[in-house]
């Protein structure tokens, strides 16, 4: 069972029962047609989770016992077919990033945002996975004394590498403080699964390596994953006022400390609106004797 999965299936459980979020268990649509599996989650959860476990079994075993050099690595890091791979995620990552800025405030899209800013997150996330066996490898021969990259190389690529990472949290915290976390996480995982399978098979070039059965099950795999993106895209949107009087109002601790927070903080200011009115009222008096 491939990680992704298990993220998917303890986001579920943490989203309803911590967040106080909607799931579906059964049909929303009661009909005999493709429309009843729109805003079924538990057939979209589980046909990501499937779908991710299919194409991570099915694709080629990256070689972790190689021992590659650091000038190998960024050779293979600029060399064909992951430099064209990378330079469309580059250009996917800036259009994406353009429609959510234009669109943020824009409400009748739906989850449109909730689902782009999710697979940005996971497109960075792809590229940092990528990039952190050149960086990995790179600190190991410097830490050993085999400069064979340079130090300059060395500390831009790490530094590169750590922006991404720091990059990929921030706009995934941005987006579950506007949207249902059981909408962002399961996109954000399989986008990420699936960018970084493909990153390693072009990385690596073990495409070479697939057998016929091994595309076949492959391509499932990737087929499973976009339906049930499109599936999970295709919820029933809410605000984020919503999800945060969902939250509120459920059963977390969290939750219950926010509410005492809330309940002070009015009392609080109900009581400085009544000693303003009383020395109000006092200086009044003082004005009206004879």
């Known amino acids: 069972v491939s990680a992704s999965s298990l993220a998917i299936f303890w986001n579920a459980l943490i989203s309803v029962y ?44 990256t070689p972790e016992d190689i021992d590659i050099s650091a000038d190998t690595y960024m ?17 996917l990552f800036l259009l994406l990033s353009a429609v959510v800025y234009r669109n943020w405030g824009n409400k009748a899209t739906g989850n449109l945002n909730a689902a782009l800013l999710a697979s ?15 960086v990995m490898t790179l600190l190991k021969h410097s830490i050993t004394g085999q400069h064979d ?3 300059v190389s060395t500390s831009v690529m790490t530094f590169v590498w750590a922006l991404l990472l720091i990059l990929s949290f921030v706009l995934l915290n941005i987006s579950l403080s506007n949207f249902e976390q059981g909408l962002i996480i399961p996109i954000y995982e399989v986008i990420g699964t699936l960018l970084q399978l493909l990153s390693g098979i072009l990385y690596y070039r073990t495409y070479h390596s697939f057998s016929t059965q091994e595309w076949y099950g492959f391509l499932l795999g990737v087929f499973m994953m976009c339906w049930g993106i499109w599936l999970t895209a295709h919820r029933e949107p809410r605000s984020s006022e919503e999800i945060d009087n969902a939250f509120v109002n459920g059963n977390s601790p969290h939750a219950l400390s926010l509410e ?19 020395a109000l009222g006092d200086s009044i008096d003082e004005v009206n004797e004879p």
């Open 75 to 91: 050779k293979m890091w600029t060399q064909q077919p992951y430099c064209y791979f990378g330079t469309c995620l580059l250009l």
């Open 18 to 61: 911590l967040f106080n979020e909607k799931f579906s268990i059964y049909p929303t649509y009661q009909e005999f047609s493709f429309r009843i599996f729109k805003r079924w989650d538990l057939f979209s959860y589980g046909l990501l989770m499937a779908g991710s476990a299919v194409a991570v079994l099915y694709a080629p075993v």
């Open 260 to 278: 005492v927070d809330s309940n002070r903080s009015l009392e609080n200011s109900s009581g400085d609106t009544f000693n303003h009115y009383h």
């Open 120 to 134: 940005v997150s996971g497109i960075i996330s792809a590229f940092a996975i990528t990039l952190s066996k050149v």
């Open 149 to 151: 990259y340079g130090i």
